[in-house]
């Protein structure tokens, strides 16, 4: 039973969110600079996608996907051109 603590850490999660999204931080620095909806909205799919634990690769996938949208907010230049409005036809995609 290799996952057992973290099925307990998972479930103690399920059952306040909150807790998991005050931690975050701690365990991964990076998420400091996601927006407080933001840090919900993710502790919320962690905590959805560590239900079962045996599937590392999504999880993998999760973090790798929110690391990237912490840089973006990171850079406020960056993160307005991506939240920006696109506008006209920049042709076809090759």
């Given at each position: ?7 307990l850490l998972a479930e103690i999660a399920r059952r306040d969110p909150q ?76």
């Amino acid at each position: 039973m290799p996952y057992t603590p973290a099925r307990l850490l998972a479930e103690i999660a399920r059952r306040d969110p909150q807790v998991v999204a005050e931690l975050l931080p701690r365990a991964l620095p990076w998420v400091r600079f996601l927006p407080a909806s933001a840090v919900r909205e993710f502790a919320e799919e962690l905590v959805t996608t560590s239900g079962d634990f045996g599937d590392m690769p999504a999880l993998s996938v999760l973090l790798s996907a929110w690391r990237h949208t912490a840089e973006a907010h990171s850079d406020p230049e960056l993160h307005a051109v991506l939240a920006g409005e696109t506008s006209g036809d920049y042709g076809p995609v090759s």
